[in-house]
């Protein structure tokens, strides 16, 4: 599993995206400082030219790691 973070700091909230490769998705995962996570699931299984985006909020966590093992659950 490989990652990059990218931390983006406004006025209003700390926006921090990570991005890494499970077995059969890509994930992008955006956090806001104090509210929830929004994450954007490409179904790699598909056809390579149409990827389908599942997007859903699930409760804030504190780390990276609980984050993966929610998602990789």
Do not use: Y
């Not at 990059?4 to 400082?33: E, G, Q």
């Amino acid at each position: 599993m490989s990652g990059k973070n990218h931390v983006k700091i406004t006025k209003d909230f700390i926006l921090m995206k990570l991005n890494f490769h499970s077995k059969n998705c890509a994930h992008s995962i955006t956090l806001f400082r104090d509210k929830a996570i929004l994450i954007n699931k490409i179904n790699m299984k598909l056809n390579k030219h149409k990827l389908s985006k599942i997007k859903k909020i699930v409760p804030h966590f504190k780390s990276r790691e609980q984050i993966k093992n929610k998602i990789l659950d």
